[in-house]
């Protein structure tokens, strides 16, 4: 099982990015995908969320209504659209994988992780 992510970069406030996370070794059509974040100094936090099935979506109340997770099956790869970034949002960003079927945002229950990719939100 392969998840490589990408996209992160540096940006000034108020912009925005998309990350990508290519994954492959597995059925990606059966498993729910995730983005978490890790902050200098601080623990690992859950970002986004998009299920398996349903398709349903879930997000961290920090990111609420800037931040957007998709998912394409033919591509086997998983997105998050960031917008309106704060310098707050800067963090290593990782994608990570579980099959399960409903709302989850517990680190230690991924089945598969990827690298992280680097976000900096300037001031």
């Known amino acids: 099982v392969q998840l490589q992510a990408s996209g992160g970069g540096l940006v000034q406030a108020g912009g925005s990015l998309r990350l990508s996370c290519a994954a492959s070794?597995?059925?990606?059509?059966?498993?729910?995908m995730n983005w978490f974040r890790q902050a200098p100094g601080k623990e690992r936090e859950f970002v986004a969320r998009?299920?398996?099935?349903?398709?349903?979506?879930h997000y961290a109340d920090s990111v609420k209504g800037r931040f957007t997770i998709s998912r394409d099956n033919a591509e086997n790869t998983v997105y998050l659209q960031m917008n309106s970034l704060k310098p707050e949002d800067t963090a290593v960003y990782y994608c990570?994988?579980?099959?399960?079927?409903?709302?989850?945002?517990?680190?230690?229950?991924?089945?598969?992780w990827g690298k992280g990719t680097l976000v900096t939100v300037s001031s």
């Open positions: 990570a994988t579980d099959r399960r079927d409903y709302p989850y945002t517990v680190p230690d229950g991924m089945d598969y």
């Open positions: 070794g597995y059925t990606f059509s059966r498993y729910s």
């Open positions: 998009i299920t398996w099935s349903a398709l349903r979506t």
